[in-house]
Nanobody
Framework: QVPLVESGGGLVQAGGSLRLSCAAS????????TGWFRQAPGKEREFVAT????????YYADSVKGRFTISRDNAKNTVYLQMNSLKPEETAVYYC???????????????????WGQGTQVTVSS
């Protein structure tokens, strides 16, 4: 088990920024690729970004490229998602997820991820 706890969500105006954090317990977190997904009401969960276990590889959804940045600090067992230029349509619950089986061919699929946090609400007002 890899308990994951998200934080940093909140209410922000369109064009604003937020930084989400995903904190994990346990000494094995650095072995896991970790990503962010989001789910808006009435919509399916969608991939946002992910980072490999060592931080050397990152992948982004096309819709967030150039605005969001994912990073990790394994010494702190934490993954971050810096979100800039937020849009109202990005209002959603944001989930952190960890995977031991990430590859360039499956990073965008939720079934790739073994462990999930409870989510943090991000609301972008227009």
């Amino acid at each position: 088990q890899v308990p994951l706890v998200e934080s940093g969500g909140g209410l922000v105006q369109a064009g604003g920024s937020l930084r989400l954090s995903c904190a994990a317990s346990g000494r094995t977190f650095s072995r896991y690729a970790t990503g962010w997904f989001r789910q808006a009401p009435g919509k399916e969960r969608e991939f946002v970004a992910t980072v490999s276990w060592n931080g050397r590889s990152t992948y982004y959804a096309d819709s967030v490229k150039g605005r969001f940045t994912i990073s990790r600090d394994n010494a702190k067992n934490t993954v971050y998602l810096q979100m800039n230029s937020l849009k109202p349509e990005e209002t959603a619950v944001y989930y952190c997820a960890a995977s031991t089986n990430l590859s360039s061919g499956n990073y965008y699929s939720a079934i790739t991820y073994d462990y999930w946090g409870q989510g943090t609400q991000v609301t972008v007002s227009s």
